[in-house]
């Protein structure tokens, strides 16, 4: 009997062994599975958390909607307009000043040449979106740089250095040193760019100042000096990312700040001039014309007001997609 | 709290102390000579010599801007081409314009954000809040002048309730020069019909300057009195049975002001740059105004001294805010030196 139980219990124990080394293999197959899943999709993963945060508002997508219509006119306007022989010196003395919404025509009614307003505001959205576009791109980068190292190397010479330089240029308000500068210089949309991003670069360094100063205490920095990381991988692959989250949001909010202040510069007088269809000029070139004519102007600037419009919405989504994420504000 | 209003007072001198030499030295290395814009083209090249050398625009540029810099500590700001007398006289003659202009925006906007901004906090997710919120996106996204354009437009040419440019009517005199400020000139003087027609006259751009920040100041009140709301010592005192007047006035509303109140400060700096858009629109007989002219005409002394006084008045504005908050935050005035 006691053999007949053993054996039993053997038995028992290499059928149980068995159940249990497939019972073991499904499960490590389905672990496997999943983890070849997550191998594929971490990125995927944040993007999806982070649209749903972006679409939870709806007037973030309102945003992005205006900003890529405002984009794509910036790009395409010449081949949408009714009339692209407006932009520059056209004259039809027969059709100036039509009132708008009078005729398919003239939409939005004709200036003092007889211009298509429609037409030369919608080809004006490329100048506003190019000031943008060019100062943005010259502007993030090297602010960020400049913060980076100055952070990294907080209360150092270094440090001082950088950030006070980046301090003359914020010590008035942007629209001054910009009118100043371009002043000096001859009025032209190139200057007016330069001048503008040479006031920008310091907020940028500001944010990154301010984050990386608070991230280089954070543990696995200091791993990463441990194990004999080289300073500019510690500084660009292992801090810069953690900081995309303001920067992104400060540079999709900034949008609109720049094109508000190309828009005053052209508007002064000293960034694109007529008959560029550039919006601020229009709204300048219009503002005689007040009020008697008031749609040459009116119009222009309800434009640049809708771009910027967009974009801020657009920015508001953004900040709410990387509020926790990012790290910091 | 001494000790750090010295070291900012510091650090915003060596700010501007660089960027007298940044605009100095940049309006000195661009090609053109500032004597030529002085002088008629048929001007003898001997005299042009010597004037060259009596304003010492032969020396090195850094001889010049120390020469420019004991000028400017004993208050002569240069010869203005534009203007062809010292530009000092035109700051003393122009600036009390604009900033009275600036101090009625700013009150204008305090007011009105402080007001917009509890209206909303109190109201939250009720019509109230989203129609601040309206505005403060269209506050945000219209540029100043435009406002300015529209408002031009709207309340002066078709309503006709203000003036369309200048600072007095035609037939009023500016009171005789006590301060160089109009309003208060007039205050001292008894004429108060001056002052009347100066605050008619000043209204439209002084909101025109002030709505943009106005609606960026509200919604941070706004978002501060959600966050204190959620406080443990608020829900307290609501438990204890207060009266939710007091709740709200004594407790919960001071709190709540310290970030709207430094988004106020950058955004009445803000306005010395709005400034220049909003007097040329309404023809505001200002030192923005006049500084833009000056500009057109490359006006080198003129713009050098315009950057130097709206940054000595940034510098202020930013430093009177920060001592502000610190005083209505405990926090910071305890724990500050």
Same mark, same amino acid.
């Given at each position: 009997? $006691? ?15 068995? @159940? ?113 576009? @060019? ?8 602010? /960020? ?30 629209? /001054?040193? $910009? ?27 500001? *944010? ?50 720049? !094109? ?7 508007? @002064? ?61 | ?45 001997? /005299? ?93 996204? /219209? ?6 354009? !529209? ?95 007091? @709740? ?19 955004? !009445? ?22 500084? *833009? ?38 926090? !910071? ?5």
């Amino acid at each position: 009997m $006691a053999n007949d139980n053993n054996e039993i219990e053997e038995i028992d124990e290499q059928v149980e062994e068995q @159940v249990d080394e497939e019972a073991d293999e499904q499960v490590e197959e389905q672990v496997e599975k999943l983890l070849d899943e997550k191998k594929e999709s971490p990125l995927k993963d944040a993007l999806k958390r982070r649209w749903y945060r972006f679409s939870k508002n709806p007037l973030s997508k309102i945003g992005l909607a205006i900003a890529l219509t405002s984009i794509f006119l910036a790009i395409f306007g010449r081949y949408v307009v009714p009339h692209p022989a407006h932009a520059g010196l056209y004259r039809d003395y027969g059709n100036k000043f039509i009132e708008p919404f009078q005729t398919w025509t003239f939409p939005l009614g004709t200036d003092s040449y007889g211009r298509c307003v429609l037409s030369r505001t919608i080809m004006g959205f490329k100048y506003s979106i190019r000031m943008a576009a @060019v100062v943005l791109s010259l502007v993030v980068p090297s602010g /960020v740089v400049v913060g980076l190292v100055a952070g990294y190397h907080k209360d150092t010479w270094i440090d001082t250095l950088l950030m006070r330089t980046s301090d003359i240029f914020i010590a008035v308000p942007p629209l /001054v040193l $910009a009118l100043s500068i371009t002043a000096m210089l001859e009025p032209d949309p190139f200057y007016a760019m330069m001048a503008v991003s040479l006031m920008w670069w310091p907020w940028y360094a500001r *944010i990154a100042y301010n984050n990386v100063s608070s991230l280089v205490n954070e543990d696995f920095v200091k791993s990463a000096e441990i194990m004999g990381d080289s300073k500019l991988h510690i500084m660009f692959s292992e801090i810069l990312p953690n900081c995309t989250g303001p920067i992104l949001t400060k540079l999709t909010l900034d949008v609109g700040w720049v !094109i508000i202040i190309g828009a005053s510069l052209s508007f @002064v007088g000293l960034g694109a001039q007529a008959p560029t269809p550039d919006l601020g000029t229009m709204v300048a070139d219009g503002s005689g014309l007040l009020p008697t004519w008031w749609w040459v102007s009116i119009f222009p600037a309800m434009a640049i007001s809708f771009i910027i419009l967009g974009f801020n919405l657009l920015g508001d989504g953004v900040q709410d997609a990387f509020e926790e994420v990012g790290g910091g504000s | 709290m001494k000790k750090y209003i010295g070291k900012r007072l510091f650090w915003a001198l060596v700010a501007l102390i660089g960027l007298s030499i940044f605009i100095f030295y940049f309006g000195r290395i661009i090609p053109g000579d500032p004597i030529r814009m002085m002088v008629s083209p048929q001007t003898p090249e001997h /005299v042009v010599e010597e004037l060259r050398q009596s304003l010492a625009l032969d020396r090195p540029i850094y001889t010049q801007y120390f020469i420019w810099m004991r000028n400017v500590f004993q208050g002569e700001l240069g010869f203005s081409v534009y203007s062809r007398r010292s530009v000092t006289v035109d700051v003393q003659q122009y600036l009390p314009r604009s900033l009275e202009l600036i101090t009625y925006a700013a009150l204008i906007q305090i007011t009105g954000s402080f007001l917009l901004g509890i209206f909303a906090g109190s109201n939250i997710d009720k019509w109230q809040d989203h129609l601040t919120r309206l505005f403060s996106y269209i506050g945000v996204s /219209v540029p100043a002048f435009v406002f300015a354009i !529209i408002f031009l437009l709207v309340f002066s040419h078709n309503l006709g309730w203000f003036p369309s440019g200048g600072a007095l009517s035609e037939g009023v005199s500016e009171p005789s020069r006590i301060t160089g400020f109009i309003a208060l000139d007039a205050l001292l003087q008894g004429q108060f019909f001056t002052i009347g027609d100066f605050i008619h006259h000043a209204t439209l751009p002084a909101i025109a300057l002030a709505i943009p920040g106005m609606a960026q100041v509200a919604r941070m009140i706004r978002s501060g009195m959600i966050t204190i709301n959620q406080k443990e010592y608020i829900s307290m005192a609501r438990g204890y049975g207060l009266p939710e007047r007091i @709740v709200r006035f004594k407790y919960l509303l001071r709190p709540s002001i310290i970030p709207g109140v430094t988004v106020l400060g950058m955004q !009445i700096a803000m306005m010395l740059g709005n400034a220049f858009l909003v007097e040329m629109v309404f023809g505001w007989p200002g030192f923005s105004r006049f500084a *833009i002219n000056a500009m057109m005409r490359s006006d080198l002394n003129t713009i050098v001294a315009t950057v130097l006084i709206i940054g000595i008045m940034f510098a202020i504005i930013n430093i009177v805010v920060d001592t502000l908050v610190a005083y209505i935050d405990p926090r !910071i005035r305890y724990s500050g030196s």
